[in-house]
């Protein structure tokens, strides 16, 4: 099935979420026969239920200097933007020590340049895509708007935005509420600082975008097939491809983008990754009663907005937890207080129950993408943590050059897994 097929290289994709389609898009279109596995749907995952934001030019990682003072925060307000539950705490410890570790700001500036190659061109890499697949209504590009009190609300940010900007992020300041309201006229929260932000875009429909691509993939030749992986396997210091319930599936290459269960897939092969989720989640308003052009993002927990197909999605928060532990209500009820701190006037009384998803994320904010330098054959691109939608297309792109050629325009050498040793 994916063995070498009339002389062109049979790959094998590990995951069908955004990322993992994305990969295969761009292989497939390549020229190269993929098939993407996955035991559930495409798009189940992470990639189903995000906030929607193609976040182009985000080049600010989350540990940003001064995180330090914010970890007794994380780890006893259990309502604050990140929280990490006492059960969880030895095993979020080393994950956090790294965390920390990566805010020095030398290190913060080198991760930065690292994004910065991969994040902006990001609008360019999706429409790239849905132009082919004819589906360029699934992104708008109408910006993003962030919400801050006042100049001192905005202090906690500065640094983050300042990085953005150094990178050539275009921003504008948008001062008082009237100057808000001009943008968003919903807008009737205590809100005096507007930061606009006119290049970054978003996705309508998360889900079905990647379903599109899914489609796109099958459309270039490649196979989806819903059966997961169970482990890759090896021969003579080389990864041959995987097994699944249904047997072995030979493969001249395999690329691991199975999103926050990647790691699992590593470690039988000698690779540790500190890769944890941090768990989001989001609440549907089909009737909401209130009128956006593009997501919203009061910055006190940095709950983002979104007017999508189905309503209006209210999408964030920060959880750890592990993979298996069941999801926790009172973090999706916290969404809508952020919507109503900026929305009063917001219905919330038709809520769809809520959703939970695992973003897949590594201490320094970078995504794993390129070569596993010790088993030849094996590529990964996972752990792109809270910007998997925006970094997927670009993830795809750069990717499928470094397997297929010409070389990437992109120095993947930041994104190696063996940056963890
Ligand atoms: C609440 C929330 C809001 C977010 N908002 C945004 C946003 O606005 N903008 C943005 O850019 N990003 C956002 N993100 C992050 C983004 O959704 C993720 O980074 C991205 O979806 C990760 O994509 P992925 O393909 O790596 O992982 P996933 O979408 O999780 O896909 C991984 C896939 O691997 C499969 N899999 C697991 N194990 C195996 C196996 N053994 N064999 C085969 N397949 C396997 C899973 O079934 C799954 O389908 C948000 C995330 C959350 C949770």
Redesign the pocket.
Known sequence: MSGQVEGRPGIIV????????CVAWHLARGGAQVTV????A??????????????AGSVAPLAMPGVLRQVPGMLLDRDGALHVPARYWPRAAPWLLRFVASARPARVAAIAEALSGLLFGAMERHREILAEEGALDLIRETGQLYLYRDRAHYAKDAGGWALRQQHGMRLEFLEGAEAIRALEPDMQGDYQLGLFVPEQG?CVN?LRL?QVVARGVERLGGTIRQ????ALTTEAGRVTG?ATASGVLPADQVVL??????A??LQPLGIQVPLET?????VMLPDAGISLQR?VVPADRKA?I?PMEGGLRI???VEFGGLEAPPTPRRAELLLEDLRRAFPQARTGGAEGF??????CLPDSLPVIGPVARWPGLWC????????????APTGAVLARAMLGPQPNLDLAPFAVERFG
């Open positions: 590990a995951g069908a979420g955004i990322v993992g389609l596995l996955d035991g559930e495409p798009g189940s995952g992470a990639s189903a239920g995000n906030a929607g934001a193609i976040s978003s998360p990647a059966e997961a992986v169970r995987v983008a199975a999103g926050a269960w990647s699992r897939l941090q768990r989001g989640y989001h997501p983002f979104s999408a964030g928060t959703w939970m998803g695992h973003r897949p691109a996972f752990g792109h943590g809270h910007l998997g939608l925006t970094g997927s």
